[in-house]
C-alpha cells in the first residue's frame, strides 16, 4: 500500500486504503477520486464511492458500519478487511475450476500469487439500476451524515469539555457532602435505634418472661382441662359403647329372627315342590323387559337363557329342533350360488362399459384440443390485424387513464367522505366514551381526594390529641413529682421520728403545697440533723416576698387557725366546771362545752346573765356556727358593706348605639355548607340586608381607593375612584351617614396591614362588620339620651306583663370606635340625625296604629320591599374571641371570666377570713337579649363537607358551576368533562380545606356554652343548630319557620311595652299636676321652720350638744320626740334589725365616721394578720427545731452507745498468743495441765470483757444524766407556752378593736356622736407568775405645763430613787427566781412546776394525767377583757367652758338665779323610759355574737397549748425511757456476746485446733468469720484442659508442629514464601508420618493423627497431586493445605455462608474509618470474637466423651473452636498476604513486560527475515490469522502487539519493517499510590486473606457464589438471587484470582506469559467493556457460568483455586494404619474422580 500501517483503525478510518485494496484487484475504478485526508467532507466522499463497489462484490455494507470504521472502532476496519478477502478468493478466474487439473503444485502457488496482486481476478458485475442506485446513494449518505459525528458539535463539546468535567466534579464534592451529612444521619438514627432497641429488648424480656408465665399457667390449665376432657370423653365412650352393645344385641336377636323366617319359608316352599329356578322360569317371559333393565342377579340371567330341559334327551331334542333340515340347507346354498354369478356377470358389463366411455372422453378432449389451438391462432392473426401504431397506443392509454384517474378519484371522494362520516360518527362515540369516562374518572379522584382531605383532617386531629396527651403527660409528670418529693419527705419525717405515719400538722401543710403546684421543701440531711443535739428555736423574721413556699405555708397556717382546723381543732373532753369564788369575785368560770355551738350559746347566756339590762328580752342567745367555730355575720356584713362603700364597682358600660330593626341574625357553618345561598333566601324573603365580610373588605378598599379589578361584585361595578370615592362619602355624610367615612378608614388600616403583610384580626374584622351594619340603617339608630335619664327599651323582656326595664343609649362605640363620633354628637350632624330620629318615630307611630312592629311593606303592583326589615351576617363569628368581641361591640356584654375582679371582691375575701359573710343565695340564671337575635350554624358532616367542596366543577365556555354528584351536567350527548375545571383547590391563604373545618369544628363547644347565655326570649336560646346535609328547601323551611316565630313573639312584646310606656308616662303627667297644686297651696313658714333643704344637710350636720342638765341627767332628760311618740313608733323601735339594712346604714354614715372605720378595719386587719403570721411561722420553726433536737439527741446518744473499746483489742491479742502458742508447741496443746491453763486465761480474757462492759455502762447512764440536765425540753416547753401566751393577747387585741369597730359604727349609725374610746385592755401576762398592774394613765391636761415646775422636778427625783429601789428589788426577786429554778425530787424546777405537772393522784382512780396552771391564769386574764353589755346612754359632748369672771370679794358666789336648791326643787315624775333603739339592741348582739367568738378562739388555743406541752413533755419522757432500756439491753447483749466468744475459745482450747477464722466482738455482737482467715489457705490445684485425641483428626498440638515444620521449609526456600514445592511438601508429610520405605532404622515420633501413621508413599503422592491440579506448577500453597488438615474430619467443618455473612456483618462494625472492605486488619482480641466455629449440637463434647483420655485426675474441658480460631490466626500472621492493589499491579505489570519482550521478539524476526520470506511469511499468515503454536491464543485473544502491528490478523503489514520499528507500546502501569508490596503488621491478621481462604466451596460455582457474597461489596440481595448479583469487575477480578489472599502462580510458558489474566484481559475474554473504568462494569455470577468464562477460569486454575480438596477420599475416618492404596488404575480413578469433583464441571 502507499502508506505505511501502524493502526488499523486510525489508517483505514478514511476508506483511502480500502479503495486502494480495491483499486488494485481492479474493483474500484475512480479511485483517482479518493482523498487521503481526514476530515469529515473526505471521509463521507470516499465511503460514499465505496459503498456500491463493496456491494457489487457480495459484501454487506451500510452506514452504521462505515460510521463505525470512520469513527475508529476497534475491529471494525479488519472485519471489512477479512470481508475484501473473501471476496477476492471468490473472484479469481474461472480457469481454476475449468482448466487442467493437470498443474503442479508450483502453478497453482504461481495463480495464488497472481490473485493476490489483483491481476487473476475478474470485476464483479452488477446490473445497474438509474433510479434505485440513484435512491440508494442518497438514502446511504442520509443515513452516514445522521449517524455520523457532528464536527460542530464535537468542536463545541471538545470546547464545553473542560466545565463538563468542573461540574462532574462538583457534583461529585456535592454527593460526598450529601453522602456525609447522611452518614451523619444514619449514625444518629443507628444511636436512637440502638436505643429504642435496648428499651424494646427490655420491654420484650420482660414480655417474655410474663407471656412465660401466662404460658406456664395456660399449660398448666390445658392440662387440667385435658385430663377433665378425657374423663368427659371415657365417660362419653363408656356411655357410647354401652349403647352401642345394646343395639347390637338387639340388631343380632332381629337378623337371627329373620334367617330363621326366611329359612322356614324356603324348606316350606322346597316342601311344596317350589323352587328358585322354576320360578325364574314361570317368571322369565313376561318380565324380560325387567330383567334387561338391570336385574341383579347374573345367575338368574344365565338360568333364563338357557334352554329348558329335564334331562339330556330333551336337550337334544330341543337343539335338534331348532338346526335347520338338510333340504333347507340345498335350498339357501343354491340360492347363495346363484347370487354369485349374477354378480359376477354384472361387473364384467360393467368394465366394458366404463372402457367404452374413457374412449370416448379421450376422443373428445382431443377435439377440444384442437378447436382452441385454431381459436388461438385466429385471436394471434386478429391480433396482428388489429395492431394499433405506437401513438394510438399511447392515446388510448392516456385516455384509459385520466377516466380511471377520475373514477377512481370519485370513488376515492366518496370512500373518504364516507370513511370521514364514520370516523366522526367513531370520534364522536369515542369521545362520549372517553368523557363518560373522564366522569367516572373524576368521581373516582372525587373519592380519593374526600379521603385524602379525610386523612388530614384527622391527622390535624391526632396532632392535637398528641398535643394534649403530651401536656397531660407533662402535668402527670409533674403531678408525680411532687408526689414523689412527698413520700421522699414523709420518709425522713419516718426516719427522723420513728413513725410511720406523718404528723398531720405536715400532711395539711404537704396538701396544700401539692395543690397550689409547688414541691416539698427539702429537708436537711439526717447528718445534719443528727449533728444538731438541742437547737433552741429563735423568732423568726418576716417572710420574703420571692419564697413562694414560705408564702403558701403562711397563708394556709393562717386559713386553718382562723377555721379552727387541722392542728387548732379542739380535741380534749368536757372538763367541768371549776369553782368560782362568789357574787363575781375573782375570775369567771371557765366555759368549755363539747361543740362550738354550745360553747356560744353559753358564753351569751352567761354575758346576758351578768348585764341585767332592760332589752335583755330581745337578746338571743344563739350565735351563728360555721363549720366549726362560732362567726359575727354582723362584723362581716358591716366590714363588707365599708369595703364596698369605699372601694364602689364602676358602673357598667353603656350599649353602643346600634340600629334598632326587628330581625337581627348570624348564619356560620362549614365551608361549603350553603350559608350565602341560605342567607340569599331569607334576605329576599324577609327583606334583609346580607353582610359578608368578603364583600365589607372589597367595599372597603373600593372606598380607600383600591379598587379591585378581578372581582365581579356589585361595588366594583360602579369603577371608584379618588374623586368618585369621596364624592360618595361626603353625600353619605351629608345624608346622615357619617359610617361610610368609617368604612373609608377601615379601608386604609385595612391597606396598610396588607402593605406590612400583615393578617387581619378579630378586632378589625368586628369594627368592620360593626361599621357595615350602622352605614346599612343609619335612621334606625336612636340618639344618645342624657346619663340617668331613662328611656323606653325596645329590647325583649323575659315576660311582657312586667313592667319595662330602663337602660340608656350609648353616646359612643365600644372599645375600638372611640375614635368615630356617633350620630348627634357632632355639630354638622346634628340636624340631620334629628330629622332621621323623627322620620323613626313617625315610622314607628305608623306602625304602632297599624298594630305592630313594622313589617314587609310591597307596592300594589307587586314589586320589590320599600325598606330594609333587618340584616344577616354571614360567616361570623366562628370562635369564642370573634363573638365575644362582636357582642361587646353590639351590646356592651364583657363574658365574665374576662371582667376584671374589683377591688373590694378582693379585698372582702381577705377580710372574709377575718369577719366572715353570712352565704351569699346563687342568682338564677338569665338569659341575656345581647347584640342580635339568632345564631343560626349549619351542622354538616366532615365527608359531607369535602364531597362538596372537592365535587365543584366550572365550564369555562358557559361559566356554569357544576357539581358531579349533586348537580352534574344534565345533557347525555354533549362533551363537557374534558373541559371543566375545578372550582376550589381545597387551599386558600386561611389554610387548606381540612385545617378550616377542623378549627371551626374545635371553636364550637366554646361557643355553645357563650351562646347559652343569650336569648332573645327565656324559653328561646339565641344558637339554633340546622342539619345542613338535607336539602337546600328543608333547610330553608326550618329556619323560616323558626324566625317566623321569632317575629312573632317581638310584635307581641313591642306592642305591650308600648302600651305600658303610655301608661306611666300618663300617672307621671298626673303625679307632677298634683305636685304642683300642693306646692301652690303650701303656705310660706317663718324663720322658726324647718327649711326645705334641710334634709340635705342633716348627714353632714353634728348634733347640737345638750345643755349641762342633760348632760348630768344622762338618758332619762326628757326629749321633745319622746312626747311625740306615738304608739306605733313604739311598736316600730321593738322590731329587730335585719343583716340586709346594715348596708344601707353605712350609706348614711358621715365620711368622717366612715373614714374612721375604715382605718380601724384595716388596723384591726393588718395587725392581727402579720402578728399570726408571725407567730405561726415561729410554731412551725419551733415544731421542726424539736423534731430535728430530738431526733439529734436520740442519734448522739446511739453515737455514744456505738463507740468503738478496747475489747476487740484484747480479743486480737489473745487468739494471736493462742495461735502462736499452739504453732509452736504442738504437742503441749495435748497436755490436761496445759488445758487449764488456757482455760484459766480465757477466763481471765472472760473478766477483763466483762470490766469493759460495766465501763461502757456506766458512761452511758453518764451520758444521759447529762441529757436530762440539760433542760433543751423545759426550755421547748416555755418556749411553745412563751408562743401561746402572744396569741391570746393577739386575740385580745384583736376582740377589743373588733368591739370598739362595732360600737363606733352602730352609734355613729344612730346619729348622737361617737362615744368615748373604751381603754384598751391590761397586757396579759402569765409566764411571770404576778398579777399585771395598770399603770395610772397621765392625762395630757395634767402633764402639760409641770415640765419647768420646781415641785415637778423634786417629784421626778423621788420618782427615779423609787425605780432605783425597784430596781433592787428586781435583783432580790431574780436570786429567788434562781432559787425557784433548782430541780426538785423529780428533777422538774418551780418554774417548771407552774408550766406543766403532774395532777394529784386520786385513790382508785386512773394514774393521773398532766395539768397546766398557768394556762388558768392566762385564760383569766383573758377573759377580763370581755365587753359588759350595758344600757342605752347618749354620748357626752364636750363643750367648750365659758371663761370664768373673777369674783368681786372674797365668799361663796350665789348660785345661778335659774338653779334652785334641792329642797326648793319639787319632786317630779320621770316618764316611763322609751323602748331602746333597734341599733343599740343589735349592737349588743353583735357584741355578744364577738364575745363567743372571742371566748372559741381561747379556748382553741387553751386545747392547742395543753396538746402540745404534753406531746413535747411525753416525747421527751419516752426518749429518757428507751435510752435506759438501750444502755440496760447493751450490757446484756455484750455480756451474753462475751460469753459467747469464751465459748468459742474454750472449744477450741478443747479440741486442740487452731483458730484460723477472724473473731470479731463488734459491740455486742459476736461474729466468725469463716471466709476471712488469718492466714492465706492453699490454694487447689485445677487440672489443664487437655484435648482428647481423635484417631482420625489432626490435634491442636499436630497442627502447631505441622505450621512450624511448613514454616520452617518456606524461609529456607527464601522470605515471604508462602509456597511450597510438591517434593517438599512429599518429604515433609513422609517424614511427619515415617512412612515405610525399606529402611528400619529408628525414628522420631510421629505428630501426625493415628490413622497415618505409617502411610504409604503413594497416598501421600496422591495428596500432594491433589494440591497441585492441572495447570500443574509444582507448587503447594501452605495456608491452604493447613486449612484443609485443620479442617478434615471437624465437626463443625467448612463454615457455612450464612457463618461467613455474619462474620461481615461483624466485622464491618470494626472497620477503621476509610478503610475499604475487606482490605483492612484485625487483632487476635477481634478475631477470638468471631463466630466462625460455632458448636451448637456440642459434637466436641460428644467427641470428648467417646475418645476420653486416661488420666488420673480428670481434665478441664478443651475449648477446641477457641483453640483452632488462634490457630488460624497464626497461620495467618506466618503467611502474610500482600496488598491487593499491589499485586493486581503486579499482573498487570508481568503482562506488559510480557507483551515488550514479544515486541522485542517480532523486531528481531523481521530484521533477520528478508523481503521474500515475509511476503510468503505473510501469506501463511492470511491462511492461518494465529500461529499455530500458541496454544493460548484463541483463549487469551492476540496480544497487545500483534493488535498494533498486525501481526496475526491476516493482513501484510506485518512484513514491513518499517511498520515494525513504529510499533509503540502503551505506558508500563504505575504502581498505586499508597499501596505496599510488604504485607500487614505481624500482630495484624488480613480479613481478605482469611475470608478469601474461607469462602472456598464444594464446586467452582459454590466457591465462586462465596467469594462474591462475602468479599464483593455490597452484598445486598445476593441471598434472594445470587445470579444477578452484580459487583463491580474489579472486585469480582480480584474475587476470582484471589488477589490479596493467595500467592500469584508463576508463568508455565517459556516467554513469560502470566497464568492469570490482568483486569482488562479479564474484561475483554469476557465481553465486557472496561474502557470507562471500573465505574461502569459490572458482571454477575451469571455470567461466569458461560462456556468462555469456564475456558477462562480452566485455563488460569481459578476454577481449582475457588473449592476445596476432597482429602476425606484419602483419609477417610475408618483408614486403617499402614493401609496402601490398591492399584495404579484405582489410584487414577481417585485422581480423575477428586480432580473433576473438585472442579465441579463437565468440562474438566
Known amino acids: 500500500l502507499s502508506t505505511n500501517v501502524v493502526d488499523f483503525e486510525k489508517d483505514f478510518a478514511n476508506g483511502f486504503l480500502i479503495g486502494e485494496i480495491l483499486h488494485k484487484f481492479r474493483q474500484q475504478d475512480d479511485f483517482d477520486l479518493f482523498e487521503n485526508k481526514g476530515s469529515y467532507e473526505a471521509k463521507l466522499a470516499n465511503f460514499k464511492r465505496l459503498e456500491p463497489t463493496l456491494k457489487a462484490i457480495g459484501i454487506k455494507f451500510n452506514a452504521a458500519q462505515s460510521n463505525a470504521i470512520m469513527c475508529g472502532e476497534r475491529g471494525a476496519a479488519l472485519r471489512l478487511l477479512y470481508q475484501l478477502k473473501m471476496a477476492a478468493e471468490r473472484l479469481l478466474l474461472a480457469c481454476e475450476a475449468s482448466g487442467s487439473q493437470e498443474m503442479g503444485a508450483k502453478s497453482m502457488q504461481a495463480q495464488v500469487a497472481l490473485g493476490a496482486a489483483g491481476g487473476g481476478v475478474t470485476r464483479g458485475i452488477r446490473i445497474s439500476r438509474e433510479k434505485f442506485d440513484t435512491h440508494e446513494r442518497r438514502f446511504f449518505e442520509h443515513r452516514l451524515r445522521a449517524t455520523g459525528m457532528n464536527v460542530k458539535q464535537a468542536r463545541l463539546d471538545k470546547v464545553t469539555h473542560g466545565y463538563e468535567l468542573e461540574r462532574h466534579r462538583q457534583e461529585l464534592a456535592a454527593l460526598d457532602a450529601e453522602s456525609n451529612q447522611e452518614a451523619h444521619c444514619n449514625d444518629k438514627r443507628d444511636i436512637h435505634r440502638y436505643q429504642m432497641l435496648e428499651k424494646m429488648q427490655q420491654s420484650r424480656a420482660a414480655k417474655f418472661e410474663w407471656n412465660a408465665r401466662a404460658s406456664q399457667h395456660w399449660e398448666r390449665n390445658m392440662q387440667v382441662r385435658a385430663i377433665q376432657k378425657g374423663q368427659e370423653m371415657g365417660f362419653k365412650r363408656f356411655v357410647q359403647q354401652k349403647r352401642q352393645d345394646g343395639l347390637n344385641s338387639t340388631r343380632m336377636v332381629a337378623t337371627s329372627e329373620v334367617r330363621d323366617g326366611i329359612k322356614t319359608f324356603e324348606s316350606s316352599l322346597a316342601s311344596l315342590g317350589i323352587t328358585r329356578d322354576q320360578e325364574a322360569r314361570h317368571t322369565g317371559g313376561s318380565n324380560s323387559s325387567d330383567e334387561s333393565e338391570g336385574s341383579e342377579n347374573h345367575v338368574d340371567r344365565l338360568l333364563a337363557t338357557t334352554t329348558p330341559a329335564a334331562n339330556a334327551r330333551e336337550l337334544v331334542e330341543a337343539l335338534q329342533s331348532r338346526m335347520p333340515s338338510g333340504q333347507e340347507l340345498e335350498q339357501e346354498a343354491g340360492l347363495f350360488l346363484r347370487k354369485i354369478k349374477e354378480s359376477k356377470h354384472a361387473s364384467s358389463i360393467a368394465r366394458k362399459e366404463r372402457e367404452r366411455r374413457r374412449r370416448r372422453v379421450l376422443v373428445d378432449m382431443q377435439s377440444e384440443q384442437e378447436a382452441l389451438e385454431e381459436a388461438k391462432l385466429e385471436e394471434v392473426l386478429l391480433e396482428k390485424l388489429n395492431r394499433e401504431s405506437t401513438e394510438e397506443k399511447k392515446i388510448s392509454y392516456s385516455i384509459w387513464r385520466t377516466k380511471k384517474y377520475e373514477d377512481v378519484i370519485v370513488k376515492n371522494r366518496q370512500l373518504r367522505q364516507e370513511e370521514y362520516t364514520h370516523r366522526r360518527k367513531a370520534d364522536q362515540v369515542e369521545a362520549l366514551r372517553r368523557d363518560d369516562d373522564l366522569r367516572i374518572e373524576e368521581l373516582e379522584v372525587l373519592q380519593e381526594a374526600q379521603e385524602r382531605e379525610g386523612y388530614r383532617y384527622r391527622a390535624i ?201 326587628p330581625l337581627r341574625l348570624a348564619i356560620t357553618g362549614k365551608p361549603f355548607a350553603g350559608k350565602r345561598t341560605l342567607a340569599a333566601r331569607l334576605a329576599e324573603g324577609y327583606n334583609l340586608q346580607v353582610v359578608d365580610m368578603d364583600e365589607v373588605i372589597r367595599e372597603c378598599c373600593h372606598l380607600s381607593k383600591r379598587p379591585d379589578i378581578a372581582s365581579a361584585g356589585p361595588i366594583d361595578v360602579l369603577s371608584f375612584h379618588a374623586d368618585v370615592t369621596e364624592d360618595h362619602v361626603r353625600r353619605s355624610d351629608e345624608a346622615g351617614n357619617p359610617y361610610v367615612r368609617q368604612l373609608q378608614d377601615l379601608g386604609y388600616e385595612v391597606q396598610e396591614r396588607l402593605k406590612r403583610g400583615e393578617a387581619m384580626d378579630d378586632e378589625l374584622y368586628v369594627r368592620l362588620a360593626v361599621a357595615k351594619i350602622r352605614s346599612m340603617f343609619p335612621d334606625r339608630i336612636a340618639a344618645p339620651a342624657a346619663p340617668g335619664a331613662p328611656v323606653v327599651s325596645e329590647e325583649p323582656v323575659a315576660d311582657p306583663e312586667e313592667a319595662p326595664e330602663t337602660r340608656t343609649a350609648a353616646a359612643s362605640e365600644a372599645e375600638g370606635m372611640e375614635g368615630t363620633e356617633a350620630p348627634g354628637e357632632g355639630t354638622e350632624g346634628e340636624g340631620s340625625v334629628d330629622e332621621g330620629a323623627a322620620e323613626g318615630t313617625e315610622l314607628e307611630s305608623a306602625s304602632s296604629e297599624g298594630g305592630g312592629v313594622p313589617t314587609l311593606s310591597h307596592a300594589s303592583d307587586g314589586s320589590a320591599p320599600l325598606e330594609p326589615s333587618g340584616w344577616i351576617i354571614v360567616g361570623f363569628p366562628q370562635n369564642l374571641e370573634q363573638f365575644s368581641m362582636f357582642e361587646r361591640f353590639l351590646s356592651a356584654w364583657i363574658a365574665p371570666e374576662a371582667t376584671p375582679t374589683p377591688e373590694s371582691e378582693v379585698l372582702k375575701i381577705k377580710a372574709g377570713l377575718l369577719a366572715p359573710r353570712p352565704p351569699e343565695e346563687q342568682m338564677a340564671f338569665e338569659q341575656v337579649s345581647g347584640g342580635y337575635d339568632l345564631h343560626v350554624r349549619l351542622d354538616l358532616s366532615t365527608h359531607e363537607a369535602f364531597r362538596r367542596a372537592l365535587g365543584q366543577r366550572l365550564d369555562p365556555a358557559t361559566s356554569l358551576e357544576y357539581h358531579l354528584e349533586d348537580h352534574p351536567p344534565c345533557k347525555k350527548h354533549q362533551i363537557i368533562y374534558e373541559r371543566l375545571l375545578p372550582v376550589d383547590k381545597a387551599t386558600n391563604a386561611l389554610g387548606t380545606l381540612a385545617q378550616r373545618m377542623y378549627t371551626f369544628d374545635t371553636a364550637q363547644p366554646e361557643m355553645e356554652i357563650a351562646l347559652a347565655n343569650f336569648g332573645p326570649f327565656p324559653e328561646m336560646p339565641r344558637l ?175 453515737q455514744f452507745l456505738q463507740r468503738p473499746d478496747k475489747k476487740q483489742d484484747l480479743v486480737d491479742a489473745f487468739v494471736r498468743r493462742l495461735n502462736s502458742f499452739s504453732e509452736e508447741y504442738r504437742e503441749m496443746r495435748k497436755q490436761d495441765s496445759t488445758k487449764d491453763e488456757l482455760h484459766q486465761q480465757a477466763d481471765d480474757l472472760h473478766e477483763q470483757l466483762r470490766q469493759q462492759v460495766e465501763q461502757n455502762r456506766e458512761a452511758a447512764q453518764s451520758f444521759l444524766d447529762a441529757i436530762e440536765g440539760s433542760q433543751w425540753v423545759e426550755g421547748q416547753i416555755e418556749l411553745a407556752a412563751s408562743q401561746v401566751q402572744h396569741m391570746v393577747q393577739t386575740e385580745a387585741r384583736r376582740y377589743h378593736a373588733a368591739c370598739q369597730l362595732l360600737s363606733d359604727f352602730y352609734y355613729g349609725a344612730l346619729g348622737q356622736g361617737l362615744p368615748q374610746a373604751k381603754p384598751a385592755p391590761p397586757k396579759i401576762e402569765a409566764l411571770s407568775g404576778e398579777e399585771p398592774k395598770d399603770e395610772p394613765a397621765d392625762p395630757k391636761g395634767k402633764a402639760k405645763g409641770k415640765e419647768d415646775d420646781p415641785k415637778a422636778k423634786a417629784k421626778a427625783k423621788a420618782e427615779e430613787e423609787a425605780k432605783a429601789k425597784a430596781k433592787a428589788k428586781a435583783k432580790a426577786k431574780a436570786a429567788k427566781e434562781e432559787e425557784e429554778a433548782k430541780p426538785d425530787d423529780n428533777g422538774r424546777s418551780a418554774r417548771m412546776q407552774r408550766l406543766l405537772r403532774r395532777a394529784e393522784a386520786v385513790e382508785g382512780a386512773p394514774p393521773p394525767g398532766w395539768e397546766c396552771p398557768f394556762l388558768e391564769d392566762l385564760m383569766s386574764q383573758a377573759r377580763s377583757a370581755y365587753w359588759r353589755l350595758s344600757e342605752y346612754s347618749p354620748p357626752v359632748v364636750w363643750v367648750k367652758p365659758e371663761p370664768e369672771l373673777k369674783p368681786k370679794a372674797k365668799g361663796r358666789s350665789s348660785p345661778p338665779p335659774d338653779k334652785k336648791s334641792k329642797k326648793d326643787q319639787v319632786e317630779e315624775v320621770a316618764p316611763p323610759p322609751p323602748p331602746t333603739d333597734p341599733l343599740y339592741v343589735d349592737l349588743q348582739q353583735a357584741l355578744l355574737a364577738e364575745r363567743a367568738t372571742y371566748a372559741h378562739r381561747l379556748e382553741v388555743l387553751r386545747d392547742w397549748a395543753e396538746r402540745t406541752l404534753i406531746e413535747a413533755n411525753e416525747a421527751m419522757e419516752t426518749s429518757i425511757v428507751r435510752f435506759r432500756d438501750w444502755v440496760l439491753l447493751r450490757r446484756q447483749k455484750e455480756l451474753d456476746a462475751v460469753a459467747g466468744l469464751i465459748d468459742v475459745i474454750k472449744e477450741h482450747i478443747e479440741s486442740e485446733s487452731l483458730i484460723e477464722a477472724h473473731l470479731t466482738l463488734a459491740g455486742c455482737q459476736l461474729h466468725l468469720h469463716p471466709n476471712v482467715l488469718l492466714k492465706a489457705p492453699q490454694p487447689p490445684e485445677e487440672p489443664p484442659p487437655v484435648e482428647v485425641e481423635v484417631p482420625f483428626r489432626w490435634s491442636m498440638a499436630q497442627l502447631d508442629n505441622l505450621l512450624e515444620v511448613m514454616a520452617d521449609c518456606a524461609r529456607v526456600q527464601g522470605p515471604g514464601s508462602r509456597v511450597l514445592s510438591v517434593q517438599t511438601m512429599l518429604a515433609v508429610l513422609t517424614r511427619l508420618t515415617q512412612a515405610s520405605n525399606g529402611d528400619f532404622d529408628v525414628r522420631e515420633q510421629a505428630c501426625v493423627p493415628a490413622c497415618w501413621r505409617p502411610c504409604d508413599v503413594e497416598r501421600l503422592q496422591n495428596l500432594c497431586c491433589l494440591f497441585d491440579p492441572s495447570p500443574r506448577s509444582g507448587l503447594i500453597d501452605c495456608v491452604e493445605f493447613l486449612l484443609h488438615m485443620a479442617f478434615l474430619h471437624n465437626p463443625s467443618g467448612w463454615p457455612s455462608l450464612e457463618i461467613l455473612m455474619d462474620v461481615r456483618q461483624h466485622l464491618e462494625t470494626q472497620a477503621p474509618s476509610g478503610a475499604r472492605w475487606p482490605d483492612f486488619g484485625i487483632n487476635e482480641e477481634q478475631l477470638e470474637q468471631l463466630p466462625l466455629f460455632p458448636d451448637k449440637d456440642g459434637v466436641e463434647a460428644t467427641l470428648a466423651a467417646k475418645f476420653k483420655p486416661q488420666t488420673a485426675t480428670e481434665p478441664a474441658r478443651f475449648d477446641r473452636p477457641r483453640a483452632l480460631l488462634q490457630w488460624v490466626g497464626r497461620v495467618l500472621r506466618t503467611f502474610p498476604a500482600s496488598n491487593r492493589q499491589w499485586q493486581a499491579y503486579e499482573l498487570e505489570a508481568a503482562w506488559w513486560d510480557h507483551e515488550a519482550l514479544l515486541v522485542a521478539d517480532r523486531e528481531r524476526e523481521a530484521e533477520r527475515i528478508g523481503p521474500d520470506e515475509e511476503e510468503n511469511e505473510g ?130 510458558s517459556g516467554d513469560g506469559r502470566p497464568l492469570q489474566p490482568s483486569l482488562p484481559r479479564f474484561c475483554d475474554e469476557l465481553g465486557v467493556d472496561f474502557s470507562d473504568g471500573d465505574a461502569h462494569a459490572a458482571l454477575s455470577v451469571a455470567d461466569l457460568q458461560t462456556p468462555r468464562a469456564h475456558r477462562l477460569l480452566l485455563s488460569c486454575g481459578a476454577g481449582r483455586r475457588l473449592c476445596r480438596v476432597e482429602v476425606e477420599k484419602l483419609f477417610p475416618q475408618n483408614l486403617k494404619p499402614g493401609a496402601r492404596l490398591a492399584t495404579e488404575a484405582d489410584d487414577l480413578q481417585i485422581q480423575e474422580g477428586t480432580i473433576s469433583n473438585s472442579l465441579g464441571m463437565s468440562w474438566a
Not at 406523718?502 to 429537708?523: G, H, I, K, M, Y
Not at 346604714?1145 to 394578720?1169: H, P, S, Y
Not at 490469522?1825 to 500483534?1842: I, Q, T, V
Request: with cysteine; proline share 9%; hydrophobic share 35%.
Open 1024 to 1198: 339554633l343548630c340546622i342539619d345542613a346535609e338535607k336539602s337546600a328547601d328543608s333547610v330553608h323551611d326550618a329556619l323560616e319557620e323558626q324566625v317566623a316565630i321569632l317575629l312573632e313573639r317581638k310584635q307581641a312584646q313591642r306592642q305591650s311595652l308600648r302600651a305600658e310606656a303610655e301608661e306611666a308616662a300618663e300617672a307621671e303627667a298626673a303625679e307632677a299636676e298634683g305636685a304642683q297644686e300642693e306646692a301652690e297651696e303650701a303656705p310660706e313658714e317663718g324663720a322658726d321652720g324647718i327649711p326645705g333643704d334641710g334634709d340635705g344637710d342633716a348627714k353632714t350636720a353634728m348634733p347640737e350638744p345638750p345643755p349641762a342638765e342633760a348632760v348630768d341627767k344622762g338618758s332619762k332628760a326628757p326629749t321633745p320626740t319622746q312626747d311625740a311618740t306615738s304608739e306605733s313608733e313604739a311598736l316600730a323601735l321593738l322590731e329587730p334589725l335585719q343583716l340586709t339594712d346594715l348596708p344601707k346604714l353605712v350609706d348614711k354614715l358621715e365620711d368622717q365616721v366612715f373614714d374612721l372605720l375604715i382605718c380601724e378595719w384595716q388596723e384591726l386587719q393588718e395587725e392581727f394578720t402579720s402578728s399570726v403570721r408571725r407567730l405561726l411561722n415561729w410554731n412551725r420553726q419551733r415544731q421542726s427545731d424539736f423534731t430535728v433536737g430530738l431526733y439529734g439527741v436520740q442519734m448522739s446518744f446511739l
Open 461 to 661: 386531629e391526632r396532632g392535637r390529641q398528641s398535643e394534649r396527651r403530651a401536656s397531660l403527660s407533662e402535668e402527670c409528670e409533674g403531678i408525680l413529682e411532687l408526689i414523689s418529693g412527698m413520700a421522699l419527705a414523709a420518709l425522713h419525717q419516718e426516719q427522723l421520728t420513728d413513725e410511720r405515719e406523718v404528723d398531720e400538722t405536715s400532711w395539711r401543710q404537704w396538701c396544700q403545697l401539692f395543690v397550689e403546684n409547688e414541691p416539698v421543701p427539702e429537708a436537711q440531711p439526717l447528718s445534719v440533723s443528727a449533728a444538731s443535739t438541742y437547737p433552741l428555736t429563735a423568732v423568726p423574721t418576716e417572710i420574703d416576698s420571692e419564697d413562694v413556699q414560705g408564702l403558701l405555708l403562711s397563708d394556709a397556717s393562717l386559713r386553718d387557725y382562723l377555721q379552727a382546723e387541722g392542728q387548732w381543732e379542739v380535741r380534749r373532753k368536757a372538763d367541768a366546771e371549776p369553782a368560782g369564788e362568789a357574787d363575781g369575785e375573782g375570775p369567771p368560770p371557765v366555759v368549755t362545752a363539747s361543740s362550738p355551738a354550745e360553747l356560744a350559746a353559753s358564753e351569751a347566756a352567761k354575758a346576758i346573765e351578768e348585764a341585767q339590762v332592760t332589752f335583755a328580752d330581745r337578746l338571743y342567745q344563739d350565735v351563728d356556727v360555721v363549720g366549726k367555730r362560732p362567726v359575727n355575720y354582723r362584723l362581716g356584713v358591716l366590714v363588707s358593706a365599708l369595703l364596698d362603700h369605699k372601694f364602689a364597682k364602676p358602673p357598667p358600660s353603656r350599649p353602643p348605639a346600634m340600629p334598632d330593626v
Open 1819 to 1948: 501469506e501463511s499468515r492470511m491462511e492461518t490469522p494465529l500461529h499455530p503454536g500458541d496454544s493460548m491464543a484463541p483463549l487469551m485473544g492476540s496480544s497487545l502487539a500483534e493488535l498494533e502491528i498486525g501481526v496475526g490478523a491476516g493482513g501484510s503489514a506485518g512484513s514491513d519493517r518499517e511498520s515494525i520499528a513504529k510499533a509503540v507500546l502503551p505506558p508500563r502501569p504505575k504502581a498505586p499510590e499508597g499501596a505496599s508490596a510488604a504485607p500487614l503488621d505481624g500482630s495484624l491478621v488480613s480479613v481478605r486473606q482469611l475470608l478469601s481462604y474461607l469462602c472456598q466451596g464444594t464446586s467452582t460455582e459454590d466457591g465462586l457464589r462465596r467469594a462474591v457474597a462475602v468479599l464483593c461489596p455490597p452484598p445486598e440481595g445476593y441471598l434472594e438471587s445470587p445470579d444477578d448479583c452484580q459487583p463491580p469487575v474489579s472486585e469480582l477480578h480480584a474475587a476470582v484470582l484471589q488477589l490479596g489472599a493467595r500467592p500469584t502462580p508463576p508463568p508455565l
